[in-house]
């Protein structure tokens, strides 16, 4: 290989391992990936599931939400929100930034 193609991969390289976080591959070679949410507890993570599945409901179907203990219960749209931007790919975005301007440079 040429030196500048050699550069180029060392590069891509440092920016895979700088920049894919959000994705870890599975350890049964499945050719899957597992997507990791930081969460405090248990009862974070029920809770933040029970929010998810409220507001499907009330998406939905949102007569549904008026006639069940939903009522009672109103949804935590900030805590579904953080959940949605914690799992938004920002780093893997960055770093396909990062390759296209490396590739550009040809």
Known sequence: METNEIKKLENLRQLTVQYCSTLTPCADKTGTYTAKIKMHNYHELGCTITEMLKLCIVAL??????????????INVALVLEMVLEMFPLDEL???SNVAEILSEE
Do not use: C, G, I, R
């Open 94 to 96: 960055e770093f396909l």
């Open 61 to 74: 179907d949102h007569d549904v939400h008026q006639a069940t203990t939903l009522k009672q219960s109103p």
